[in-house]
């Protein structure tokens, strides 16, 4: 079974779309099996984190800001690629040491997560965007 899940950002962030998915498996009746997610987009990425305390995913934020900043940061002189922005090369380096699939063993009609794991879109420019998660569900 496939499906595409569309995501509105607003900006750098990590969007939790884990009951979207679970939803999803339900929906279609899933019981053990493998679920493979991939963001069709190279400025974003999938990531599986912790979903408890939303102070981790604002320092993975700035931490990923730290090593890959505007490209009109100083540090970033280097940089050719502007065409679209000083965040559009810096989002294709996040999203170049970020997963940009994953893959999620579903037993019971549940995904496998830990007790505090989300599944989030990470992302990495500035302006708003509609982003494409391809999704499919190989199994019984």
């Given at each position: 079974m496939?499906?595409?899940?569309?995501?509105?950002t607003?900006?750098?962030?990590?969007?939790?779309f884990t009951?979207?998915?679970?939803g999803?498996?339900?929906e279609?009746g899933a019981?053990?099996?493998?679920?493979?997610?991939?963001?069709?987009?190279?400025?974003?990425?999938?990531l599986i984190?912790e979903?408890a305390?939303?102070?981790?995913q604002?320092?993975?934020l700035?931490?990923?800001?730290?090593?890959?900043?505007p490209?009109?940061?100083?540090?970033m002189?280097?940089?050719?690629?502007?065409?679209?922005?000083?965040d559009?090369?810096?989002?294709?380096l996040?999203?170049?040491i970020?997963?940009?699939?994953?893959q999620?063993?579903?037993?019971?009609?549940r995904?496998?997560?830990?007790?505090?794991q989300?599944i989030y879109?990470?992302?990495?420019?500035?302006?708003?965007?509609?982003?494409?998660?391809?999704?499919?569900?190989?199994?019984v």
């Amino acid at each position: 079974m496939n499906t595409v899940f569309t995501l509105a950002t607003h900006g750098p962030a990590c969007h939790d779309f884990t009951r979207d998915i679970a939803g999803w498996l339900r929906e279609i009746g899933a019981q053990d099996g493998v679920l493979t997610l991939m963001v069709r987009h190279t400025s974003c990425s999938l990531l599986i984190q912790e979903n408890a305390d939303p102070d981790v995913q604002a320092d993975l934020l700035a931490w990923l800001d730290r090593i890959a900043p505007p490209s009109d940061h100083p540090s970033m002189g280097w940089i050719t690629h502007r065409d679209e922005g000083p965040d559009d090369m810096p989002a294709h380096l996040k999203a170049a040491i970020l997963p940009v699939s994953l893959q999620i063993p579903v037993a019971g009609g549940r995904m496998s997560l830990g007790t505090w794991q989300g599944i989030y879109l990470v992302e990495h420019r500035r302006a708003p965007h509609r982003r494409q998660v391809a999704a499919m569900f190989q199994g019984v």
